[in-house]
């Protein structure tokens, strides 16, 4: 029963968010960040598919307690946040509850150096991260809130039946009932094998700041949930902190025991 229902709960988002998003045409990344400048509209969405969900259980939204570190942050040079920006699921907003949230950063079988490097660059990210939320590096993709996963996302495929662009990272969640009844969320993040350095960091950055709860994008190019990705990529900014918190601050049923009448 409770299978039945959890895999009636299953309800997978996906962004179309990204960062280098290169035109298979193009190799090099500066012919990719001309295709971006030319491409907003398609960056921008964090639509969810178009199946439509099943019904969900829910309960009545509430705040969780921030967590200290979102809790002490100030900051000091007042610099707004993009919160307008960022849509709450049906569910209410993404918010992790169950601190440390749980960060699966998947390694190759056989270990080499190409993919060491990747690790790596993708572990700055979850550091850079860890200073507002806490967060641990797990070992078992089974027990992870967020898996990163090197794989390369779908090509996307337009409704004429060509391929529009290859991206490099996708963004996903789905729904679940956790063991002990609450109302859970679990995140998947695809970055491709084919990033490295820098790039690599800020795409890591970029979705796990959507995995952390910022579903939506700043209209900043200084902040890491820009929409697209930039020749610079900025550090986590203030704003991204400030639009965080007050997404912590907001009710959500996530992280909640789901109600009597809906447990069998
Ligand atoms: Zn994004």
């Not at 295709?35 to 598919?49: E, F, H, R």
Request: hydrophobic letters at 35%.
């Amino acid at each position: 029963m409770l299978q039945r229902l959890i895999t009636a709960l299953v309800l997978a988002i996906t962004t179309t968010v990204l960062v280098i998003c290169t035109n298979m045409q193009f190799s090099s990344s500066s012919d990719a960040f001309t295709q971006l400048s030319t491409k907003t509209t398609q960056l921008t969405s964090l639509s969810p598919s178009p199946l439509s969900p099943p019904s969900l259980p829910t309960t009545s939204p509430k705040a969780h307690p921030l967590p200290p570190t979102l809790a002490q942050w100030q900051d000091r040079t007042n610099s707004g946040d993009y919160f307008s920006q960022v849509t709450p699921t049906q569910l209410g907003y993404l918010v992790w509850s169950q601190f440390p949230v749980k960060v699966y950063v998947q390694s190759p079988p056989s270990a080499n150096n190409q993919a060491e490097i990747w690790i790596n660059d993708v572990l700055q990210a979850v550091h850079e991260w860890s200073t507002y939320l806490p967060l641990i590096v797990v070992d078992k993709p089974e027990v992870a809130d967020i898996s990163i996963l090197r794989k390369a996302p779908a090509l996307q495929i337009s409704r004429d039946n060509k391929i529009l662009r290859a991206r490099s990272a996708q963004t996903t969640y789905e729904f679940y009932i956790s063991p002990n009844n609450l109302l859970s969320h679990r995140f998947t993040i695809l970055l491709s094998p084919s990033q490295i350095g820098h790039y690599l960091t800020a795409a890591a950055r970029h979705e796990l700041g959507h995995a952390l709860g910022i579903w939506g994008h700043s209209p900043l190019q200084s902040d890491a949930l820009y929409f697209s990705q930039v020749q610079n990529p900025p550090p986590i900014s203030s704003r991204d902190v400030n639009t965080l918190k007050r997404v912590y601050e907001q009710p959500t049923s996530l992280g909640w025991p789901l109600p009597k009448d809906n447990r069998r």
